[in-house]
């Protein structure tokens, strides 16, 4: 298994473009999650979802977007990129909500 | 809310035992975690404890869990200095989401 796989793994935006960060995971887990590192920081849930079709916010969703339309693909997509969202964005995925979560190698993302 | 804390530093010797702490502030907790993050990496599952739990020994680590003072400590015996790395504790609410803590730096001197 390749576990949870993140792409790209570093992107530099400008103000206001978009992108779409891929997560994928062949373990047939249902729940996936997004979270954003900042610098000296734990991490912070963006979005989570339960299964496909499902989706719903964590703690700083404001400028993200989810969607679930399969149980292997969560992908977090950023309409109007801000200096603020410069981060390291995680992928995790667990079979279960109290399960173990498994994490990505993350995406750097540097928004100039 | 639910918050976690941990110190944000700790230097030690190779050979020496680390301790590292948190603490934690939601009492209906379920499980506790420690993850480990080498630079430019994911964050690694080391171990984890369910809450009603006071101990969990995995070979080096050993996990203390003191749900009245809600205290969660990680021990790494004879610390590497491939044990050199962040470590997380985390702690886990209803419907499986996770509350990081900031993060230890672990530093490990030859």
Redesign the interface.
């Known amino acids: 298994n390749a576990g949870v796989t993140q792409t790209p793994k570093f992107r530099i935006l400008k103000i206001g473009q978009s992108m779409t960060l891929q997560c994928t995971q062949d373990m047939n887990h249902n729940y996936m999650y997004w979270y954003r590192q900042d610098p000296g920081m734990g991490l912070k849930l963006i979005y989570y979802s339960v299964g496909a079709g499902i989706t719903d916010k964590g703690e700083v969703p404001n400028g993200y977007n989810v969607s679930r339309s399969t149980t292997e693909d969560f992908p977090l997509r950023l309409e109007l990129a801000a200096p603020s969202q410069t981060s390291v964005y995680f992928c995790a995925s667990s079979y279960e909500g109290q399960g173990t979560q498994y994490f990505g190698p993350g995406t750097r993302l540097l928004v100039l | 809310g639910e918050d ?1 804390e941990q110190s ?1 530093f700790l230097s030690v010797r190779e050979g020496d035992s680390s301790v590292i702490n948190c603490t934690y502030t939601d009492s209906s907790s ?2 506790l ?1 420690w ?1 480990k993050q080498e630079p430019g ?5 080391l171990t ?1 404890i369910f809450s009603n739990m006071d101990m969990k020994q995995d070979q080096r680590l050993t996990v203390l869990l003191n749900k009245k003072d809600k205290h969660l400590s990680l021990r790494i015996a004879d610390t590497q200095t491939g044990d050199s790395a962040i470590y ?1 504790c ?1 702690e ?1 609410i ?5 509350i ?4 230890t730096t672990l530093q490990v001197k030859p």
């Open positions: 976690v944000l379920t499980y975690y993850y990496a994911g964050l690694q599952l984890y997380f985390a886990s209803n419907t499986g989401k996770l990081f803590g900031q993060g």
